[in-house]
């Protein structure tokens, strides 16, 4: 299957700082990217979807300011955690559409933030 | 939109027997079906998919049926291993919507 790398794996960070994931993909290209928060014991909840070249799309709730995405070329989003408080701590995991028709979402391997 | 529910949220299965999730969707149109099996602190992993042209789908010891009437599809998984506990989510989507994932099932394997 395709590979999708998520870095880094996880990160502390003190109150008020930003953090930035990476998501790649290895071995395509990926005009779409998704980005997942998981809380524990929790299904995936979708952010926003990441548009190569073009704003990123953000879910009902989800806060564009505090979490900025930019996905400047077709193997690399970002998403950046600003201002970080306790309650951004989370699972944070990117995927990415592969295939004709683009079904198969892959996944990266998530990011587990804490923020202190 | 797509609601996906999912049942049991807990299995435990002694190795060597079989584990059946069973996923239920409410929109009709959604016509591809994935399966993803997520071990602790990593992210979901793509194990079977189905489409609703199609009624039934085997990969060694997992299988995946769909019943587009009742708008159910399950996951069976034979000859379990304690290597499969994990948590298994289904989903459901069609065309370029967003996927829609079920609660998840955690599924333990006795040795």
């Known amino acids: 299957g395709a590979v999708v790398s998520q870095h880094p794996s996880w990160v502390i960070c003190k109150s008020g700082t930003s953090v930035k994931i990476e998501c790649r993909s290895l071995?395509?290209?990926?005009?779409?990217m998704f980005w997942y928060r998981q809380f524990p014991k929790q299904s995936l909840m979708l952010m926003a979807t990441?548009?190569?070249?073009?704003?990123?799309?953000?879910e009902q709730g989800v806060e564009k300011d505090k979490f900025l995405i930019n996905h400047a070329s077709l193997t690399l989003s970002t998403l950046t955690v600003t201002s970080a408080h306790p309650e951004d701590s989370s699972f944070y995991i990117c995927?990415?559409?592969?295939?004709?028709?683009?079904?198969?979402?892959?996944f990266g391997s998530g990011t587990q933030l804490s923020v202190l | 939109g797509e609601n996906v529910e999912q049942h049991p949220s807990t299995l435990s299965v002694q190795e060597g027997d079989s584990a059946v999730i069973k996923c239920t969707y409410s929109?009709?149109?959604?016509?591809?079906f994935p399966w993803y099996k997520q071990e602790l602190g990593k992210g979901p992993q793509l194990i079977i998919d189905?489409?609703?042209?199609?009624g039934e789908k085997k990969d060694q010891r997992i299988a995946v049926t769909l019943n587009k009437t009742a708008k159910h599809f399950s996951l069976h998984i034979t000859e379990t291993q304690p290597e499969d506990s994990a948590v298994y989510f289904c989903?459901?989507?069609?065309?370029?919507?967003?996927?829609?994932f079920g609660t998840g099932t955690k599924l333990q394997v006795i040795p």
């Open positions: 189905i489409r609703s042209n199609v």
């Open positions: 990441s548009n190569e070249g073009s704003k990123a799309t953000y």
């Open positions: 995927s990415a559409r592969v295939g004709v028709p683009a079904e198969k979402l892959f």
């Open positions: 071995d395509f290209q990926a005009t779409t």
């Open positions: 989903a459901a989507s069609w065309g370029y919507q967003k996927v829609t």
């Open positions: 929109d009709s149109a959604s016509n591809y």
